[in-house]
């Protein structure tokens, strides 16, 4: 599909349920190689549309180049990382998930795929990626994406965080309503001061990662 054919965008979000986890597995290209049910049903499309296809497919328009940058940074790198992330449906609907993004490698540390794992966003989670991704895109359109990356990292100076922080915050946001993350009273705090494996092996088991 190219660009010119993408579905148009209208104003209507689909609502994903709570226990629902969309899963998509692509080749080091980012080539889709396998969907779950719910990421077809949730998509629009047939899986055969979906399946040896650019993962652009399903690119909103309103998500920043920048984002985009960030995630293949990590995961060509063989880390792990999250973004937040609207997506568009075939019938132009959008929808917000919060996706996982894992690098799987072979006994040489070669790159055999990416999974993603996405899990609906909180409402007050979207309000702050709204403006800042709103921001990114209208400083992209006019500057391009050297100038949104110089944006987002002094958006992060200004707040005395970076990138993972942020998603950190946004992720215990998205789950401290009403889902007990077992870490105590102090979820953020408990959060940083835990190791990179088990902070991403609390995450996985959040996200359902196997
Ligand atoms: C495993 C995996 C899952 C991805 N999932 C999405 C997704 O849900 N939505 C999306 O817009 N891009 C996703 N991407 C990123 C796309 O490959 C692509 O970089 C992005 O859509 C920007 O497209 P563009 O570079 O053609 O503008 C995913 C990439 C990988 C490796």
Redesign the pocket.
């Known amino acids: 599909m190219t660009k010119k054919d993408r579905p148009t965008p209208i104003n209507e979000e689909i609502n994903i349920p709570n226990n629902e986890i969309l899963i ?3 080749n080091p290209k ?1 080539i889709i190689t396998e969907v779950n049910d719910i990421f077809i049903k949730i998509s629009g499309y047939r899986e055969d549309e979906l399946i040896g296809v ?3 497919i ?3 328009p309103d ?1 920043p ?1 920048i984002m ?1 940058k960030i ?2 940074n990590h ?1 060509m790198d063989k880390e792990n990382v999250m973004a937040v ?1 609207k ?1 568009l449906a075939k019938d132009g609907r959008y929808y917000w ?1 919060v ?1 996982d ?1 894992v690098t799987r490698v072979d006994a040489d540390n070669n790159i055999i795929n ?3 794992y ?1 899990r609906p966003v909180h409402d007050e989670v979207k309000q702050v990626v709204i403006p800042l991704y709103r921001a990114l895109c209208a400083i992209e359109d006019v500057a391009g994406i050297k100038a949104s990356e110089k944006f987002l990292n002094d958006y992060f100076e200004d707040r005395g965080t970076n990138y993972d922080d942020m998603v950190e915050e946004i992720i215990v946001k998205n789950y401290d309503k009403g889902t007990d993350l077992g870490l105590g009273r102090n979820p953020k705090e408990a959060i940083k001061e835990m190791s990179k494996e088990k902070k991403q092996s609390f995450f996985n088991k959040l996200f359902g990662v196997k």
């Open positions: 998509s597995v692509t980012g650019s993962h652009n399903i690119r909103h998500m180049k985009f995630v293949w995961i992330v997506n998930v996706t993004f990416y999974t993603a996405r």
